[in-house]
Nanobody, 125 residues
Framework: QVQLVESGGGLVQAGGSLRLSCAASGRTFSIYAVAWFRQDPGKERELVAAISPSGVRTDYADSVRGRFTISRDNAKNTLYLQMTTLKPEDTAVYYC??????????????????WGQGTQVTVSS
């Protein structure tokens, strides 16, 4: 069972930047795709970005493409999300999640079964 712990959230003005981190432990991090999701109260959870085990393949929601960058450091068992040009609509709790099956890279949201506790990102206008 993997444990995921997010950090790096906070309050930022519109146009600013934040970098989220997710530290993984408990199983081999480097063989699983991982992703960032977000959820605002009253809205459905949204897949923000996903990355393959090696880091070669990534995918982004249209709402963040060009502004957010997902990356991973398998040597440090850590996932990152660099967020730039933040907008008020980016306000949400951000969660990191890990795939259930090693090496699978379909990036279907339903396949991510292990979750962190979340970190709040608030963007003020």
């Amino acid at each position: 069972q993997v444990q995921l712990v997010e950090s790096g959230g906070g309050l930022v003005q519109a146009g600013g930047s934040l970098r989220l981190s997710c530290a993984a432990s408990g199983r081999t991090f480097s063989i699983y795709a991982v992703a960032w999701f977000r959820q605002d109260p009253g809205k459905e959870r949204e897949l923000v970005a996903a990355i393959s085990p090696s880091g070669v393949r990534t995918d982004y929601a249209d709402s963040v493409r060009g502004r957010f960058t997902i990356s991973r450091d398998n040597a440090k068992n850590t996932l990152y999300l660099q967020m730039t040009t933040l907008k008020p609509e980016d306000t949400a709790v951000y969660y990191c999640a890990s795939e259930n099956i090693p090496y699978r890279t379909t990036f279907y949201p339903v396949n991510f079964g292990s979750w962190g506790q979340g970190t709040q990102v608030t963007v003020s206008s």
